[in-house]
């Protein structure tokens, strides 16, 4: 649940924001902010932060509904499993604390990646922005 949830906000979101900001940043839209007195990493990058910090546990569940809903289809489809047996048993050994301790792993492991993600987003930006004006001055 948390790892698989993890890895789809890091590669498919993560690359968005980068894109995005980064495309921000060469089209100094981040400087305009800075002009007109807003602090871009709270008006640009603390919104994403606590998206991703809010629904990266609510993915986490969706995604173990998901893999009890998998293991259904595997079992009773292709094994041959009797359904109501398969769900009497897996409702049977599921506990709360199953689900619960893999929502906490989502709130507490997301947020050093959202700190490198942002961190290296931030970088993107005052790489270019450096480069370019050693290049045009």
């Known amino acids: 649940g948390p790892v698989i949830a993890g890895l789809m906000v890091a590669g498919r ?4 924001m980068a894109a995005e ?3 921000m940043r060469v089209t ?3 400087d305009a902010l800075s002009t007109l007195a807003t602090n871009p990493m709270k ?18 569940l969706v995604a ?4 009890v809903f998998g ?3 595997v079992s009773v489809h292709k094994l041959g499993f009797n359904p109501a047996n398969y769900l009497k048993r897996t409702f049977e050994y599921l506990q709360v604390m199953d689900v619960v301790s893999g929502l ?3 709130g507490v492991l997301e947020r050093p990646a959202c700190d490198e993600l942002l961190a290296r987003i931030i ?3 005052c790489d270019y922005k450096a480069e370019w004006r050693a290049d045009y001055g």
């Open 123 to 125: 970088k993107l930006g």
């Open 28 to 30: 100094e839209q981040i």
């Open 21 to 23: 900001i980064g495309t």
């Open 13 to 16: 979101i993560g690359a968005s």
């Open 43 to 60: 008006y640009l990058v603390a919104p994403r932060l606590i998206a991703g910090m809010t629904m990266l546990p609510l993915l986490v």
């Open 64 to 67: 173990d509904v998901i893999g």
């Open 104 to 106: 906490v792993k989502a």
């Open 71 to 73: 293991g259904y289809v």
